[in-house]
């Protein structure tokens, strides 16, 4: 049975059965589901004038001679007759295991490397030739990842007997047929057990495709607005207008450009489903900002969930400064206080606006006509917290923001059914940050040109990287920068902290005080990372570098440049590794959201596309959505005609296996 314990399988004791779950596999099914990382093809000869010596080759030769090298040695060596020449083959170790394995006539087939210099083959792998095993010695071995107290042939041995289960089909037979697919335990043998490499490439489209299958079913089903079919009817309302000419600036063209298309969108008959991209500092928030307004001026309540208490605090009062005189606002988060009454004047409808955290997916949250929902730096929601968010109004409008440009192959599933508006152009009059790498060397220039800025007025930020969640070691590098600080010829302006460890009242004290130019510097960890916004800061130094990936630093950056003040941004660090150069330099180069996207995911490598766990999506074992973008679009198709022929019965536990995986 498939959902058996591995230790039902012969040779299992508990042992290995530890060593196996160590590495994720439990039942039987997770163990025909532990594919190989690699095969090892035992159908090339050796051929003296043509080898590599690093590679493997098979010989098949009779023994002549036994050598002893003597009672000291624990080695043993063949002297063996292939193709009339004479050569040697040499065991190490073990010498009494091997002893006993030869007869001086007999005929063998050996496995491994060959040198030349030595005119021996090393340490192969062998078999009797007239053994019944010979022939699996040979074709196609798969190799698999290993942990200590699991040999390969172990992990062999268990697959082959997994594989003398039933192995039920996990896809509709339509889909098999239209997509010309293997069945699933032909697929699954030929994946262990290649028989021809048109098997194997057969077997490995059928798995792949069921990944990307189960990856967009997924993702409808979530995506699925849900039974009320109706969208929220918006209209475009003149006074808007009004709210437009209240801002201090005029926007951008690409912010109007924006806004017209979102408004459109909100007035259609369609529900809205949009995501706004735009960089760093392009003025998303105030694009958002409007389109609330919109949906309240039709008499809808609208709302705003980010990622930080840090941000929604940010937002609600730069609301506030905006448009508080207009509208009834609230902040929710998980600190604020008379949360019951706040609950209440949402049901009622009497607050028309909320910004919050995650403290808005709470269940006990009801809104009395929700037709609005927008979420801040999207990225770091799972998809179903948005879900939930959306759940709570009939079929709000949908307006997601993002700063972290998404490589195009991925935008495509998993936004496939979301339009996109981007903000291609930051405000006038920004200027360049000029991004620099500072070492122990030019230090001191860099004091100096922070006094000079604090000196004109400006402000500036110290951050500090987390040190893998750790508190303690955060607070300790953190406290001893600040200590710096203090003895530094920065002493004599105004220094604070700011912290994961601090209350969240504290926090938004000293975030305060920062807003409001009381303090000069702040010193601080990634609290800030996301979204901050304290235009008069113009200078953003960050520690120990090499601890941020690309996309964390262009966000840390994106804190200044955010007025007309030329901005600075110093990165520290004494990493001399490859990667750590390669991102400083992609950084002083560039100030292009995009272009730093794509080297990140070089960078990375595409097994870690941009965090696909952040964007929600669970971990595919074969399937990666930049090689196999056609299987990717072919199972877009499928699962596209699944959902419109209503076959998904079939694939209901698949999908619901997905969904639950799905909520990170
Ligand atoms: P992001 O897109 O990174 O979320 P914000 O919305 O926080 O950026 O905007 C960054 C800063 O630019 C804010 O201080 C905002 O008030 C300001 N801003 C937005 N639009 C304009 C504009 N059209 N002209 C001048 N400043 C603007
Ligand atoms: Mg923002």
């Keep these: 049975m498939l959902k058996d314990r591995i230790s039902k399988l012969k040779g299992y004791g508990p042992k290995k059965e530890k060593s196996l779950n160590r590495l994720g596999v439990v039942t039987i099914e997770d163990l025909i589901e532990y594919y190989p990382r690699g095969y090892e093809n035992r159908d090339n000869p050796l051929d003296m004038d043509n080898f590599d010596s690093d590679k493997k080759y098979y010989i098949q030769a009779r023994v002549e001679k036994i050598l002893d090298n003597g009672p000291y040695s624990n080695n043993f060596k063949l002297r063996v007759k292939w193709n009339n020449r004479i050569i040697n083959v040499m065991f190490f170790n073990n010498k009494k295991y091997y002893v006993n394995k030869f007869s001086i006539g007999d005929e063998y087939f050996f496995y491994g490397k060959f040198s030349r210099e030595y005119n021996q083959m090393i340490h192969p792998e062998f078999v009797k030739c007239d053994d019944k095993k010979a022939a699996d010695f040979f074709g196609i071995l798969p190799l698999y990842p290993l942990t200590e107290g699991i040999s390969n042939n172990d992990v062999i041995k268990g697959v082959k007997q997994a594989l003398d289960n039933i192995v039920p089909e996990s896809l509709p037979k339509g889909t098999i047929e239209r997509n010309r697919l293997l069945d699933r335990k032909e697929a699954l043998k030929n994946i262990h057990f290649p028989k021809s490499p048109q098997q194997f490439k057969a077997a490995k489209y059928r798995i792949i495709f069921e990944e990307f299958l189960r990856l967009h079913m997924g993702l409808m089903l979530?995506?699925?607005?849900?039974?009320?079919?109706?969208?929220?009817?918006f209209q475009y309302i003149q006074e808007i207008?009004?709210?437009?000419?209240?801002?201090?600036?005029?926007?951008?063209?690409?912010?109007m450009k924006v806004k017209e298309e979102i408004f459109s969108d909100m007035c259609s008959l369609k529900s809205m489903n949009r995501l706004l991209q735009g960089d760093v500092g392009s003025g998303k928030t105030i694009v958002a900002f409007l389109s609330m307004i919109l949906s309240v001026l039709n008499g809808y309540q609208a709302v705003m969930m980010v990622p930080t208490e840090v941000l929604a605090v940010q937002h609600y009062e730069s609301f506030m400064e905006l448009f508080g005189k207009s509208f009834e606002v609230a902040l929710l988060t998980s600190s604020s206080k008379k949360k019951k009454q706040i609950y209440e004047e949402i049901k009622r409808g009497e607050i028309k606006i909320v910004i919050g955290t995650h403290a808005l997916i709470q269940d006990d949250l009801e809104f009395h006509n929700l037709g609005y929902v927008v979420t801040d730096e999207q990225h770091r929601f799972g998809v179903k917290q948005r879900k939930n968010l959306v759940e709570k109004g009939r079929a709000p409008d949908i307006l997601i923001m993002s700063a972290t440009p998404i490589p195009r192959t991925l935008s495509l599933v998993l936004y496939s059914d979301v339009d996109i508006s981007t903000i291609d152009t930051l405000p006038k009059?920004?200027?360049?940050?000029?991004?620099?790498?500072?070492?122990?060397?030019?230090?001191?220039?860099?004091?100096?040109?922070?006094?000079?800025?604090?000196?004109?007025?400006?402000q500036c930020y110290f951050v500090y990287p987390l040190i893998e969640d750790s508190e303690l070691v955060d607070m300790k590098s953190l406290e001893q920068g600040y200590k710096e600080l203090k003895e530094s010829i920065l002493k004599e302006f105004n220094i604070e902290m700011l912290h994961g460890k601090m209350k969240n009242d504290e926090k938004t004290e000293v975030m305060g005080r920062f807003s409001r130019k009381e303090t000069d510097i702040l010193v601080s960890t990634t609290v800030i990372e996301v979204g901050v916004n304290v235009p008069n800061a113009t200078v953003m130094v960050i520690e120990n570098t090499d601890r941020f990936g690309l996309a964390q630093l262009h966000q840390l950056r994106g804190r200044v440049g955010r007025s007309e003040f030329q901005s600075y941004c110093f990165l520290l660090s004494e990493s001399s590794s490859k990667i750590s150069k390669e991102r400083i330099k992609t950084?002083?180069?560039?100030?292009?959201?995009?272009?730093i996207a794509q080297k990140d995911l070089e960078l990375r490598g595409p097994g870690d596309i941009v965090g696909l766990r952040q964007h929600g999506v669970p971990d595919m074992k074969m399937g990666d959505l930049f090689k196999h973008r056609e299987?990717?679009?072919?199972?877009?198709?499928?699962?596209?005609?699944?959902?419109?022929?209503n076959e998904v019965g079939d694939l209901s536990g698949v999908v619901d296996k997905f969904y639950q995986e799905f909520s990170i």
């Design 631 to 645: 299987i990717l679009l072919k199972a877009k198709e499928e699962a596209e005609y699944v959902m419109e022929n």
């Design 241 to 255: 207008d009004k709210y437009i000419d209240m801002l201090p600036f005029q926007l951008t063209d690409s912010q």
């Design 587 to 595: 950084m002083v180069n560039t100030n292009d959201g995009f272009v």
């Design 429 to 458: 009059g920004r200027k360049k940050i000029v991004t620099s790498y500072v070492n122990n060397k030019n230090l001191e220039n860099m004091y100096k040109l922070i006094y000079d800025q604090i000196r004109f007025g400006r």
């Design 222 to 233: 979530i995506n699925k607005s849900s039974d009320v079919k109706e969208a929220t009817e």
